[in-house]
Structure formats: C-alpha cells, structure tokens
C-alpha cells in the first residue's frame, strides 16, 4: 500500500515537472500569436500565420 501510494506521488511529482515548461512555452507562444495578429490583423496573411501558429503549438489541423 504504501508503496503504491509513493510510486503514485513520483509519477505525478514528475509529470509536473515535466508540464511546466510546456505550459510556460504555450503561454509565451500565445501571447507571441496574439500581438502579431495585432500587428497584421488587417494582412492577408493573418490567416496564413494562424495556420503556422497552430502547427508550431503543436495543434495538427490537417
Ligand atoms: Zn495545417
């Protein structure tokens, strides 16, 4: 029993450890997306970023 409940807590210790920076780089990502759509909203090329941002956050589309 108490086996099981330490190996639980490492395997979510170490998950967290490991979704940290992957949330910080979204984050960072995001917030990077967001000011350049600003900055071209009114480009036709606003959709052609939005494409490459979603595959460089990881987000497959097709
Ligand atoms: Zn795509």
Do not use: N
């Amino acid at each position: 029993m108490t086996a099981t409940t330490d190996t639980t807590r490492d395997r979510i210790d170490d998950a967290l450890v490991r979704l940290t920076p992957a949330q910080v780089t979204i984050a960072v990502l995001t917030i990077a997306a967001l000011g350049f759509v600003l900055l071209f909203a009114q480009e036709p090329m606003v959709h052609d970023s939005l494409h490459t941002f979603r595959h460089a956050a990881g987000i497959t589309c097709h």
